[in-house]
């Protein structure tokens, strides 16, 4: 089977840390670029995270691309306290690799919509805010003719579960409801990843038992900051949601985003006049768990690059169109 083109939009915390390595050891999975916005922490953490995350996955060669540092509307609100400082809860090496000097959206306009880029269809797979996503739809709307992005997976919303960060609201979709909203709405198909599923997949010091040293590290330092918790790991079941859909159910449901500035705000509603998109509204928890397990916290299979270190014989520079973060 040939793998499917994808690129994930991250506000690179602790989850989203594991599901970038996740999908970088995903067969199914081709992932060419990441792209950063804020979220769990401001763009600059983010965008350091993610060059941290490939680099550990021994994956130089892949783009890191900062996007929005601020949503449509406001300021984000982060989450240290959750992630921890600097959106990981134990320090990492400054990473070595480099972030490119553009745009997010400035990349992924012209990958939609350049012509060679447009005879490879891509899907986007959006692990924070919607920020990105939104501006990026913009753009697609002044543009004439087709582009090859095929469809949005998003991590975000509550549709039939309280909400994470208040008792209507998912994170995600709270600290950029303008855009949620305007990707719900768009022409591009969506497929949502909610709080309903992700809820089903959390992991507690047991399932670091056999971990790499790094990625036991990182779950344990979590854990005992959090006593008595478990870690979600909601960006892992999107990802999941990419590669292997068969563990899910989807539906197709009318959903639009309150972006009032009332206690709902941000909330993902069940409405008539929605944009009807494509709901995973059921999972295969122990089968993403597995999956989980295997690709995101799992010691490298010999010959894997997965060594905390890049791959032998890869350069560690970037073109001069890019700076060190």
Not at 27 to 42: H, K, R
Request: charged share 25%; aromatic share 6%.
């Amino acid at each position: 089977m040939t793998p499917r083109s994808v690129i994930i939009d991250t506000d690179t915390g602790i989850d989203d840390f594991f599901a970038i390595v996740q999908a970088l050891r995903s067969p199914e999975l081709d992932v060419a670029t990441l792209t950063t916005v804020g979220g769990n922490v401001p763009l600059r953490y983010a965008t350091r995270n993610a060059l941290r995350a490939v680099e550990y996955a021994g994956r130089i060669e892949i783009s890191v691309i900062p996007g929005a540092a601020r949503p449509l509307r406001g300021r984000f609100h982060y989450a240290p306290y959750y992630h921890g400082p600097g959106g990981l809860p134990a320090p990492m090496p400054r990473p070595k690799v480099y972030r490119v000097l553009r745009d997010a959206v400035d990349f992924l306009h012209l990958r939609a919509t350049g012509i060679r880029a447009r005879k490879v269809p891509f899907t986007l797979i959006a692990l924070g805010p919607a920020t990105n996503v939104a501006r990026l739809f913009r753009r697609l709307g002044e543009t004439k003719g087709r582009n090859s992005l095929e469809r949005v997976v998003i991590m975000g919303g509550a549709v039939d579960v309280s909400g994470n960060v208040t008792p209507f609201a998912e994170f995600n979709t709270w600290n950029d409801p303008e855009a949620a909203a305007e990707v719900f709405a768009g022409d591009i198909p969506v497929t949502l990843v909610p709080l309903d599923v992700c809820n089903q997949v959390r992991v507690s010091r047991s399932d670091f038992a056999g971990a790499e040293p790094t990625a036991r590290r990182l779950g344990v330092a979590w854990l005992k900051r959090h006593p008595g918790r478990q870690l979600g790991l909601a960006d892992c079941v999107a990802i999941a949601a990419v590669a292997d859909p068969g563990a899910f159910r989807f539906e197709r449901i009318p959903l639009e985003v309150d972006t009032s500035l009332g206690p709902e705000r941000g909330r993902t509603n069940r409405s008539g006049s929605g944009n009807t998109i494509e709901v995973a509204v059921e999972i295969d928890a122990d089968r993403v768990l597995r999956a989980i397990r295997e690709r995101a916290f799992a010691p490298p299979p010999p010959g894997d690059p997965l060594q905390g270190s890049p791959s032998p014989g890869k350069a560690r520079s970037r073109p001069s169109a890019a700076i060190q973060s």
